[in-house]
């Protein structure tokens, strides 16, 4: 293996390695219960049991994400989950919101 590619394969670890905690954090959140992720669903007239399935999920994908084997399948996963998150916030009119100067 060149350097070149081991530096490619490095680099690619620390960002699948970043992802997965901030999936682990976000899905953490959902689970405990804090505000702000309890307020967006509230928001989105979607029910408690979704943000528990939710948060779950997250947490799933970030551990799929670290086990090399199963690395493809939790970010196929994942971005299932976050096709859904796009979905609600279009819905919502929350996207179309952000992008207005």
Same mark, same amino acid.
Request: aromatic fraction near 12%; proline fraction near 3%; include cysteine.
């Given at each position: 293996?060149?350097?070149?590619?081991? *530096?490619?394969?490095?680099?690619?670890?620390i960002?699948?390695?970043l992802?997965a #905690?901030? !999936?682990?954090? @976000? #899905?953490?959140?959902?689970?405990?219960? %804090?505000e /702000? &992720? @309890? %307020?967006? !669903? @509230?928001? =989105? $007239? /979607? &029910?408690?049991? =979704?943000?528990?399935?939710? #948060?779950?999920a997250?947490? @799933? #994908? *970030? %551990?799929?994400l670290?086990? &090399?084997?199963?690395?493809?399948?939790? *970010?196929?996963k /994942? $971005?299932?989950?976050?096709l859904g998150?796009?979905?609600f916030? !279009?819905?919502? $009119?929350e %996207?179309?919101?952000?992008?207005?100067?």
């Amino acid at each position: 293996m060149t350097q070149v590619s081991k *530096a490619k394969k490095t680099t690619l670890w620390i960002y699948t390695t970043l992802l997965a #905690g901030f !999936f682990l954090l @976000v #899905g953490t959140l959902k689970l405990t219960g %804090a505000e /702000l &992720p @309890v %307020a967006e !669903f @509230v928001k =989105f $007239g /979607l &029910p408690n049991w =979704f943000r528990l399935f939710v #948060g779950i999920a997250e947490i @799933v #994908g *970030a %551990a799929l994400l670290i086990v &090399p084997r199963t690395t493809t399948l939790g *970010a196929v996963k /994942l $971005g299932v989950l976050m096709l859904g998150c796009v979905f609600f916030h !279009f819905r919502s $009119g929350e %996207a179309l919101q952000s992008t207005r100067a």
